[in-house]
């Protein structure tokens, strides 16, 4: 998210510098790779971001059980 922010940023501010330029590329390339490993770990896990697997109450609390 905040390297989609910055590429924002940088398209509506100062894109007609070489440097402007050199790092939009950057951003951009940065971005395609996030978004595709972030894609592969979804597949992976078959969750999303922030998503549990288990069903409410079924979980496991930082991996431990309590005591009943």
Known sequence: ??????LSA???GR?????GRSELVELATRLIVEEALEGEVR???ERGCY??????GQ???N???THR
């Open 1 to 6: 998210m905040r390297t989609r922010e910055a």
């Open 10 to 12: 940088l398209i509506e």
């Open 15 to 19: 894109l007609a510098s070489p440097a």
């Open 43 to 45: 597949d992976a896990l």
């Open 51 to 56: 998503e549990r697997r288990a069903a409410p």
């Open 59 to 61: 979980g496991l609390r």
């Open 63 to 65: 991996g431990r059980r």
